[in-house]
């Protein structure tokens, strides 16, 4: 507890990314489960509620009791759920969101090349000249000799 040593995971970037990855659909399918047991409980309810007890049983909307409609909607969320979890995500999970991001750098990178292959084409750089060399301070003109020649 007070000792100095820190305690490092040893699992790299990448296992715990895909830990996360795991741990995040297996929420979603716990989740997933739980809906439709809460679906069940409460499509029992509501048929108890019209059924046994009788509650607004002269309410029938379109011809049928309004526990029909009302499990029919929560079913339709329900399917919806599973759609959800099970063929979207599995589609567009993280792999298809890392595959295009890759695609899009790549994209990007290209474009870029084109673009910056084009400026050189269009208006290339100019021709490095060579750096002229200082005049050797000896040779140089003074002031009070204009007359010397500087190659002498």
Same mark, same amino acid.
């Given at each position: 507890m007070f000792s100095k040593k820190k305690n490092t995971s040893k699992i790299d970037y990448e296992q715990?990314?895909?830990y996360e990855n795991a741990r995040k659909r297996t929420k979603e399918k716990?989740?997933?489960? %739980?809906?439709?047991? +809460?679906?069940?409980?409460g499509a029992v309810f509501l048929i108890i509620l019209n059924v046994v007890i009788g509650y607004k049983e @002269?309410? %029938?909307p379109l011809g049928y009791n309004w526990f029909v409609w009302a499990v029919l909607?929560? =079913?339709? !969320?329900?399917?919806?759920?599973?759609?959800?979890?099970? +063929?979207?995500?599995?589609?567009?999970?993280k792999d298809?969101? =890392? &595959? %295009?991001v890759d695609r899009l750098v790549k994209k990007q990178k290209e474009? !870029?090349?084109?673009? %910056?292959?084009?400026?050189?084409?269009? @208006?290339p =750089?100019?021709? &490095?000249?060579? /750096?002229? &060399? /200082?005049i050797d301070p000896s040779k140089r003109i003074k002031p009070? @000799? /204009?007359d010397t020649p500087i190659n002498s």
């Open positions: 715990r990314e895909l716990k989740r997933l489960f %739980q809906h439709f047991v +809460i679906f069940l409980i @002269d309410f %029938q909607l929560w =079913a339709l !969320i329900l399917l919806v759920h599973f759609f959800n979890v099970f +063929i979207v995500n599995s589609f567009m999970g298809w969101e =890392a &595959k %295009q474009k !870029i090349a084109s673009l %910056q292959e084009k400026v050189e084409r269009e @208006d =750089a100019p021709i &490095k000249k060579e /750096p002229q &060399k /200082p009070d @000799d /204009p």
